[in-house]
């Protein structure tokens, strides 16, 4: 056997521990913490699951969008309409959703990444004001100004998930599923062409990769994640405004995984927590929170680019260095 | 694949009067070039004669401005560079282009992906491990990232992926530089493994003891003129040659 060959199992390994140690923790929190508290935990999952679609388009594939809390709007719509005005039911809605957003996630990719690295990171920009504007105006779908109400709570036949202590169980497991969903990606043949993509995309073409189409794969997994959020998000509010699904909170989303580093879905989860929590104990502090924002980016980019994650990483590097070169002294 | 193209004797890679401009320079002024299977062919000449822009060409990175490039007798000039590489062209880098930010098994991996997806056929263990020991690299724990490989083992590392791939041709643009001798000899183990599976390979290389040594015929390229084709020793008895390339500029380089 080749060193280093042996990848771990999937369900033993390491990720798969962390990931279940997390989880198992998070399932006790409804013990602890407020409702409010339950909600504003409700919500930062929900965020998580759309820092995951960063994850995959900037940590894996290397490109940057601005555009993913459209894409969560979109699968928020979408879920309130195919409820209310089609009638279908919750679990039909929701897969609706995941689906229709990657789908069109897909198309728009397709057109979109004609344009490469900062243009197409341009060209999300006016992806994201032209969702808003749309969120905004047209009344047939997305209520306009006045929004869309009245969205019932998730239900599997005849359990419904209506309080917020359930909703939270809902969320939990689907940020489970995916952060497992992530690994099986990482470890694919799909996840490798996404990383050849973003470390040397020349190369990855003269390796069989089609950029244009392996990107537009991303966008679309993107495009999935942030519509289940989405959907979860419609589930959970139960009321959709377009002014929460802004370029704000797409800036948002990129400064959470920048915060926790781009390696790994922990890092994701790292950053969201932190800024949603930030987000509540500073809230008297709300005029000078665009400040703390905005020194703390900086401070971040010049101290530790890599994110949280990529520090400890660092750190455990240096520790295992000097433990062999101890043992080496011995 | 491999046998068909071999019983119909056809040539691997063939280039038809191919011409590259840039703008008033010329970098390829009809070059016809015909690789056989399991040849290793040398492409010489003085530092910008055009060598990488010829396996640029050939891979579809720049389109030609004339000419027309056939492999195994298809006609591949207007494919994009990512077809072409699934049709069994695979290339490595005057400097290395890795994933830099995976460790070294995800980079073997990718070699690998490209030929289950092409030949629907997997890679067994024991032909990964014949090219790591080629390459000297068997002893290298693969969980590591690429970036803690020296330059000379990122170059190795870079054939083993192409080889792992099983291409009917690599293009190899000047594998030696920067490396030393020892590591030299490792190129031409894995050449030689490359050779027995019946890949033809397409040499840039600067280092005139590796190209004379090793190659089976050798073109000779000034300022993006193809002066000659012919076996090591015709090249290096040629007035022309010697006089445009092997006694000017690669004295001072060698
Ligand atoms: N993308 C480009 N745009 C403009 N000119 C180019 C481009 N690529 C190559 N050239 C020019 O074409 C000529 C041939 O360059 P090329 O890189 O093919 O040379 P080379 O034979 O590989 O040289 P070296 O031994 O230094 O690698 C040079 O004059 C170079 O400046
Ligand atoms: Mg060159």
Known sequence: MMKGTRKGNLITGRYMITLTCITIAGCFLPLVLSSYMLRVMNIALISYMCVLSVYVLLGMCGQNSFAQAGFWGVGAYITANCLLKLNLGPIVSMIIAIAGTALFAFVLGFAFFRLKQYYFTFATIGLMTIFNGLFMNWKEVTGGA????????????????????????LIIFCAFVVTFLMKILFNSSLGRQFMAI??????????GINPLLTKSKAFAIGGALCGLGGALYAYLSGYLSFQVFTYNQSTMYLIMIMLGGTINPIGALIGTMIISLLQEFVRPLQNYMQLIYGVGIMLLMIVQPEGILGGIKALYGKYNERKTLRRSEA | MENTMKERHLDVLKLEHVSKNFGGVVAADDICIEINPGEIFGLIGPNGAGKTTILNIIMGIYDADKGNIYLGGTDITKLPTYKRARMGIARTFQHPRLLTRCDILTNIQMGIDLTKRTQKQNVDESELRELLEAANLQDVDLSLSVG?????????????????????????DEPAAGLNHREMDYIVALFNIAVKKGIAVLLIEHAMD?????????????????????????????????????????????
């Open chain 1, 146 to 169: 006045l929004g869309i109400s009245g969205i019932p709570p998730f239900a599997i036949f005849s359990f419904e998930f209506s309080n917020e202590t359930s909703k939270f169980f």
């Open chain 1, 198 to 207: 973003r470390d040397n995309e020349l190369a990855a073409g003269c390796m």
């Open chain 2, 148 to 172: 803690q490989l020296s330059y000379g083992q990122q170059k190795l590392l870079e054939i083993v992926r192409a080889v792992l791939s099983h291409p009917y041709i690599m293009l190899v």
């Open chain 2, 210 to 254: 590796l190209v004379m040594g090793i190659c089976d015929r050798i073109t000779v390229l000034n300022f993006g003129k193809q002066i000659m084709t012919g076996t090591p020793d015709e090249v290096q008895n040629n007035d022309e040659v010697i006089a445009a390339y092997l006694g000017g500029s690669a004295n001072a380089e060698d």
